[in-house]
């Protein structure tokens, strides 16, 4: 059934991952010139918009935002086999923390390089933190589908 408590949670958890992807990850500021350099899903940007071509993040975290949204969305409609839509939500905890663990690397990684020249200001955007809201909305979703499971066997154990 569609209008259960965990379909409401799937969607708005597939919806912060699905926003994460158009959303700065973090925003990284130089010493004294100023200039700023924005990592997005995407890659890294300068603060006008331009690419930087020669570093790039190791983690496509575009394609794990989607990966994240998609399997999300895909196990909504799994609310007929609660065991198997258990299992795919408990898969996308393992992403949410591959992504959060790969997050922090880079961001350490990207003040390292940045901070060769100046020190570094950091000021972290919604999608650094979209993979722990998504884990979070993920987990009350896996707790709901569990209620459901233990409410029809105990409803099979009357019969």
């Known amino acids: 059934m569609l209008q259960r408590i965990q379909t409401v949670f799937l969607v708005i958890a597939a919806a912060i991952a699905f926003a994460a992807i158009a959303l700065p990850m973090a925003t990284y500021t130089r010493g004294s010139d100023q200039a ?3 990592l997005r899903p995407m890659g890294l940007f300068t603060g006008e918009g331009a690419e930087l ?27 007929r ?16 923390l591959g992504a959060i663990a790969f997050a922090v690397i880079t961001d350490r990684s990207i003040q390292v ?20 809201l998504v884990l979070v909305f993920a987990y ?16 099979d154990r009357l019969r």
């Open 36 to 38: 700023k350099v924005v």
């Open 81 to 96: 086999h609660r065991t198997r839509q258990r299992r795919v939500v408990r898969g996308t905890f393992l992403v949410a």
């Open 53 to 79: 071509s020669d570093v790039e993040p190791k983690v496509p975290f575009m394609a794990v935002f989607a990966v994240l949204g998609c399997a999300l969305l895909a196990s909504v409609f799994l609310f």
């Open 140 to 155: 009350l979703a896996d707790r709901a589908i569990r209620k459901d499971e233990d409410l029809v066997r105990s409803a």
């Open 113 to 132: 390089y940045l901070g060769q020249e100046a020190p570094v200001s950091v000021s972290y955007g919604p999608s650094f933190y979209a993979p722990l």
